[in-house]
């Protein structure tokens, strides 16, 4: 278990430690901003039930956090599906490791950490994300310049569907016809790959014996064996989709 830290935005965090049980998870339980620091942004890389890249803007002393199945694009063409999830803890901005069981079982990686800020016109961040509508600036290692988040579809419905937002790049300096995704796969920090954090992190054993040495540590190191095969073999469930970098709309 990690060190006492002072209590986050309890109300806030709510359905995010509900869904958790910290004795067996190495996950983040709060934490806290220093009050004059630039607003935290990171994107973790997250092989769960299914690849996807959770995106995450501090906000209020907490992770505003959208997870992206396809991951975002620096082309301005790409919509990328966004799903709202829960706020994370302000601590979870530098989380890599695995996850040994439980809610998001898996691995995650950092894959970029940065900061951002809100556009001007957007500098009410609580009133833009009631809007549906918020425009913004990154500064992190692979993602940069102006982006745009906008709501599509409310959430919850009565089928317990998420609020569905599109993350699109707008056309400035930053814009690119890389597949960013593709062509820088690791972690920002530690550069290693699913596999890597996998093998290295010292939290699996003892949290996979604190979870009772279930099947399930099983699972996720053949699930990231599986996708290390499919990425070796260039057909990468990331991201099959590749467009002509000169090709335009009407
Ligand atoms: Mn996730």
């Known amino acids: 278990m990690p060190a006492k830290k002072p209590a986050a935005p309890k109300k806030r965090l709510a359905r995010y430690r509900a869904k958790r ?4 998870t190495p996950e983040p339980t ?3 901003p220093a009050a004059e620091k630039a607003r935290a942004f990171c994107v973790q890389k997250h092989l769960a039930s299914h690849l996807h890249y959770d995106f995450r803007l501090e906000h209020r002393g907490v992770l505003l956090s959208w997870a ?3 991951g975002p ?5 790409d919509k990328r599906l966004a799903m709202r ?10 989380f890599e490791g ?5 809610y998001g079982a898996g691995v995650v990686m950092l894959w970029d950490e940065g900061t951002w800020s809100p556009e001007a016109g957007f500098e009410n961040v609580s009133v833009a994300l009631k809007k549906g509508e918020l425009k913004f600036t990154l500064d992190a290692a692979k993602l940069k310049g102006s ?10 419905t009565p089928t317990g569907e998420r609020e569905q937002w599109l993350l699109i790049k707008h056309k400035d300096q930053w814009v690119g016809v890389i597949n960013v995704t593709e062509k820088f796969p690791t972690s920002v920090r530690t550069d290693r790959d699913f596999e890597g954090i996998l093998k290295s992190d010292p939290d699996v054993w003892q949290s996979h014996k604190a979870a009772g040495g279930s099947d399930d540590m099983q699972k996720i190191i053949e699930k990231v064996l599986d996708y290390t095969d499919k990425t070796k073999s260039g057909s990468a469930a990331a991201s099959p989709k590749r467009s002509p970098a000169r090709a335009r709309k009407k």
């Open 30 to 32: 709060g934490g806290r």
């Open 85 to 94: 999830v829960e706020d994370h803890p302000y601590d979870y901005r530098t």
């Open 73 to 77: 694009s620096l082309n301005p063409r």
């Open 21 to 24: 049980d910290f004795t067996k």
């Open 68 to 70: 992206i199945p396809k």
């Open 147 to 156: 982006w745009v988040l906008i709501r599509i579809r409310g959430g919850p």
């Open 98 to 102: 695995v996850i040994p069981a439980g």
